[in-house]
C-alpha cells in the first residue's frame, strides 16, 4: 500500500510540474533574423510574466531564410493582431527567450490551434538594434579615417605647409 500511494504521489507530481495541466494554443514565431540562444523549452514571456514555451525551431520548408519558431501559449493570454515576439536575453549568461509584446492597438484577439498555428512577426531585439548601430558607426568611423589618409598624403601635407608659410 505505501509503494502504491509512493507511486500515485511520484505520478501526480510528475504531472504537476511538468506544466501540461495547461491548456495552451500554438502560434509560429517568423523571423530573419539569428536566434542564437534560443533552445527548445526556452521560456515564452507576456509583460514579464512567464506565459509558454519554445516547443521547436526550424528553417521554413518554403524559405530557408526564413526560421520558424514553434510556441505554446496559455489560451488565457490576449494574443491581438498588434502583438510582436522580440529575443530577450537574461542576465550575463545569454540564456534567450521569446517576448511578446503587445501595443494594444490590435484590432481583435487572434485565434490559433494546434492544426493551424496563427503566425506573429518577431522584431529586432534591443540587443540586435545596439550591435547595427555600432556596427555602423565602425563603418562610418573607418570611412572618415580612410578619407583623412587620403587627405593627409606627403604631397597634400607639403602644400598644406606651403600655405601655412604664404599665410605667415
Same mark, same amino acid.
Given at each position: ?26 502560434? %509560429?514565431?517568423? #523571423? $530573419?533574423?539569428? =536566434?542564437?540562444? &534560443?533552445?527548445? /523549452? ?6 514579464? !510574466? ?26 488565457? %493570454?490576449?494574443? #491581438? $493582431?498588434?502583438? =510582436?515576439?522580440? &529575443?530577450?536575453? /537574461? ?6 527567450? !521569446? ?62 605647409t606651403q600655405t601655412l608659410s604664404h599665410i605667415e
Amino acid at each position: 500500500l505505501f509503494l502504491l500511494l509512493l507511486g500515485a504521489a511520484a505520478v501526480a507530481s510528475l504531472w504537476w510540474f511538468s506544466g501540461r495541466n495547461e491548456e495552451t494554443d500554438r502560434y %509560429i514565431v517568423e #523571423t $530573419r533574423d539569428n =536566434v542564437t540562444g &534560443l533552445n527548445p /523549452q526556452a521560456q515564452v514571456r507576456f509583460r514579464g !510574466i512567464r506565459v509558454g514555451r519554445v516547443e521547436m525551431i526550424q528553417l521554413d520548408p518554403a524559405d530557408a531564410l526564413n526560421t520558424l519558431i514553434t510556441i505554446s501559449v496559455r489560451q488565457d %493570454i490576449p494574443i #491581438t $493582431r498588434s502583438t =510582436v515576439a522580440r &529575443l530577450g536575453y /537574461q542576465g550575463v549568461t545569454g540564456i534567450a527567450h !521569446i517576448l511578446l509584446e503587445d501595443s494594444g492597438q490590435g484590432a481583435g484577439r487572434v485565434h490559433s490551434n494546434r492544426d493551424n498555428p496563427a503566425r506573429i512577426a518577431m522584431q529586432d531585439s534591443f540587443v540586435q538594434e545596439v550591435s547595427d548601430a555600432g556596427s555602423e558607426a565602425l563603418r562610418q568611423a573607418r570611412d572618415l579615417l580612410s578619407g583623412m589618409n587620403d587627405l593627409l598624403r606627403p604631397e597634400n601635407r607639403q602644400l598644406l605647409t606651403q600655405t601655412l608659410s604664404h599665410i605667415e
